[in-house]
């Protein structure tokens, strides 16, 4: 096992710049997920972390060496794609065991590795079987079995799940943790996807336009985003973004929305904003779960106000509603008894103790 380093690493392909100076330290043991919308860069830096890509600038450290011109055979990784590519002719234990027979391990080396990962996976009964026989969870597991027998020092996960229904997708995306609790594999995961990332990293790292946006535990990002991207990629519904101000109103700190609505900000977000020059253009963020239905006797920094719902979505155990907060659309999230129907007026309430106030121009988090 390993850690790996990324050091001002760079691609081009003629004129695109795909990944535009890139650092980041991987710990020997983490689970690391590289997230970002398509074309952000994430396939390329992995691509180039196994040795499939060359490097245009910079370096890559695996396990302290430079790899920069190191096949990818000797560099010690196992890639898992999402097209699995599993050898229709050869059974599961002998997909398996394909890279370390062409490698002369010994048999009972090979038995005892094969038969160690199919337990793991929760595929021995399946051993015989030709992957015809197999459905697109199993065929999965036997890819990521073929992984595990080598004893990697990295596992390089590239989108694996994308091919795979939603309820499988879910259900491998424990497998996969489990699996990674249980041998520490160092792990870089590509996925486009920002529930798997929140799910399975230790840390994400966010990508766009072929930069690194943030890196930072799933709660970090969440709740501490450092951009409008990233506080807009992670988290669905998305965070709201609503144009607002700061005013003093006799020795207090509103934030205005528009003439007509302006809400009075708690001591501790007074205390943190209270500095920001009145004039700048913000932006008010707010997550749909901040903004619910009002209730009486509500805790300070819960302000209520009215509005008209465009279209609600009834989801079970809470209810989404959409509607327009001064010409700009807003998620929120209220109880399924809150009485919210398309196109009636319902009081509602943001809670202000978790908002974000965001630099309109910029995008920064302020
Ligand atoms: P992601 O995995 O985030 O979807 P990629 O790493 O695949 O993004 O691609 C990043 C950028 O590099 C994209 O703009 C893509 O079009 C470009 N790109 C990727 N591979 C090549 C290539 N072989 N030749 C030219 N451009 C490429």
């Known amino acids: 096992m390993a850690d790996v380093t990324l050091r001002k690493v760079v691609k081009r392909y003629d004129d695109v710049e795909a990944v535009r100076g890139i650092d980041l330290d991987i710990a020997d043991h983490e689970f690391v997920v590289l997230v970002g919308p398509s074309g952000c860069g994430k396939s390329t830096t992995l691509r180039m972390i196994a040795g499939l890509e060359d490097i245009s600038d910079g370096d890559i450290m695996i396990g302290g060496d430079v790899v920069n011109d190191v096949p990818p055979k000797d560099r010690d990784i196992a890639m898992v794609f999402q097209n699995y590519a599993l050898y229709p002719h050869m059974t599961v234990a002998e997909n398996m065991s394909f890279g370390l027979r062409l490698k002369h391990y010994p048999k009972a080396e090979i038995k005892s590795r094969v038969t160690e990962a199919a337990r793991m996976l929760d595929i021995t009964d399946l051993i015989d079987r030709k992957p015809k026989q197999l459905s697109g969870g199993q065929r999965q597991r036997v890819a990521m079995g073929r992984a595990i027998v080598r004893n990697p020092k990295v596992f390089l996960f590239d ?208």
Not at 274 to 301: F, Q
Not at 346 to 358: I, K, S, Y
């Open 159 to 366: 989108e694996p799940l994308s091919n795979l229904d939603a309820k499988l997708r879910v259900q491998m995306r424990i497998e996969i943790k489990k699996v990674h609790q249980k041998v520490r594999t160092t792990t870089v995961y590509v996925t486009h996807d920002q529930v798997e990332a929140m799910t399975l990293a230790d840390r994400v790292v966010v990508m766009n336009h072929g930069r690194i946006e943030q890196i930072g535990t799933p709660n970090e990002l969440y709740h501490k985003p450092a951009t409008r991207f990233v506080a807009s990629f992670i988290g669905s519904p998305a965070m709201n973004f609503v144009p607002c101000r700061l005013e003093d109103v006799a020795g207090k700190l509103n934030v205005r929305l528009t003439d007509r609505l302006a809400f009075p900000l708690p001591p501790a977000r007074a205390a943190r904003y209270g500095s920001l020059p009145r004039t700048d253009k913000l932006l008010l963020g707010i997550r749909p779960e901040h903004v619910m239905e009002a209730r009486p006797h509500a805790e300070p920094g819960i302000e209520p106000f009215d509005a008209v719902l465009d279209v609600t979505e009834p989801m079970g155990m809470e209810t989404l509603v959409y509607f327009t907060l001064e010409g700009s659309q807003v998620c929120g999230r209220v109880n399924p008894n809150a009485g919210a129907q398309d196109g009636s007026p319902l009081r509602l309430a943001v809670d202000l103790n978790n908002m974000h106030l965001l630099n309109e121009v910029t995008g920064a988090v302020l």
